[in-house]
């Protein structure tokens, strides 16, 4: 029944962002997430990844017992009744704890209202004019970075470190992205996260974020700054992105800012192709060697992968965003262009 009553009242509080911007995500959660951090962070594994390993074998030993009861038919009125209690439990508890400790977060204001950023549809034109000062960006910090400096990254003790550091930087300009107690692991299922199509997470449970340490190492800033920027309480994949933007645009680190617009012009030119597909390719020739290189090594990563589960996990994935207040499902993603418009129409193109 406490389960049950708790449950409610979650629901009900998610229906008024104001209150949860307020009193959740500006006063209970940054409590919570950092008990969380100072009691998991010290830790060199995943905590919350061997949480995930537990419950799945549960979940199987509970399936094996199910089955075995059907083939020995040994299935009563009192058994049903026992495992549909357990299942009912099992939810609520999962339920009441993920919006609880983290979940409720969907339903805040976010960081437009924090900016005052006027967010809503933008035009091609505006499209165009982002995508082509992402590509100036991503050209330019591609003629800075070296191969030493990305493989440098391979050490993921210098690249949460350095994460870390990017946050100090944009929390003397933005406040609220102030981070402390750092909680940043490698994922120890990231070779099966490249199957399931994963490159990092975040555990409501535990407060640790993820990174999966296998793909390609310029890409790596910008999904731990994206895994902080859930830990901060962005818990909208556009959001965390935006936060990501943040962070690694005001951080002094060439392979940073590459890798935010090389992520970056990935979501521009995939807004583009739903317009225009034939412009695509007009920006793609004006890449700088290095980008189109990587571009090749990116494309040839996930291809060593494909299989036919991807698709049914993305789908599911999809289906679990679009319950969270981003109807858009996976696209949800690149809709961190409409942030960047708004923001570049209100502080120049300079900002981006």
């Keep these: 029944m406490l389960l049950i009553v708790s449950a409610i009242a979650v ?28 009691l998991f962070g010290w830790i060199p594994f995943s905590i919350g990844d ?9 979940i199987l030993v509970k399936t094996m017992q199910f089955i075995r009861a059907v083939v020995k038919k040994k299935l009563n009125r009192q058994y049903l009744l026992t495992g549909l209690k357990q299942v009912i439990f099992f939810f609520l508890f999962v339920y009441v704890f993920f919006y609880g400790l983290w979940g409720l977060n969907y339903s805040r204001k976010g960081i437009a209202h924090q900016l005052g950023l ?20 991503l050209n330019q910090y591609a003629a800075r970075v070296t191969d030493a400096q990305l493989d440098s990254f391979r050490k993921k ?52 974020g993820q990174v999966n340490t296998t793909v390609p190492p310029f890409i ?22 935006f936060v990501a933007f943040l962070a690694c645009r005001n951080y002094p680190s060439d392979v940073f800012r590459y890798s935010l617009y090389f992520d970056l012009y990935y979501y521009a030119v995939s807004e583009l192709y739903i317009i225009d597909s034939a412009a695509v390719p007009v920006y793609d020739k004006r890449l700088h060697p290095l980008v189109k290189k990587h571009q090749a090594e990116y494309v040839e990563f996930y291809k060593k992968y494909r299989n036919p589960v991807e698709p049914i996990i993305t789908a599911i994935y999809s289906q679990y965003l679009k319950a969270n207040n981003q109807p858009e499902g996976k696209r949800t993603y690149n809709r961190v262009i409409a942030w960047l418009v708004a923001y570049y129409k209100k502080y120049g193109a300079g900002a981006v």
């Design 50 to 58: 061997l949480f995930y390993g537990f419950l799945i074998l549960v």
């Design 220 to 241: 790596e800033p910008f999904v731990a700054c994206h895994e902080i920027g859930h830990q901060l309480g962005y818990a909208r994949e556009n959001e965390a992105n």
């Design 157 to 208: 003790k210098r690249l949460f470190t350095q994460s870390h550091e990017a946050f100090k930087y944009a929390g003397v300009q933005y406040p609220f992205l102030k981070y402390s107690s750092r909680s940043l692991k490698p994922s120890l299922y990231s070779y099966l996260g490249n199957y399931l199509g994963f490159q990092g997470y975040y555990n409501p449970f535990t407060g640790e």
């Design 11 to 38: 629901k009900w509080i998610s229906l008024f962002p104001s209150v949860v911007e307020k009193y959740y995500t500006g006063g209970l959660y940054p409590v919570i997430s950092k008990i969380q951090r100072i």
């Design 118 to 137: 006027k967010v809503e549809k933008y035009s091609r034109h505006e499209l165009d004019t982002l995508t082509t000062i992402i590509v100036e960006r």
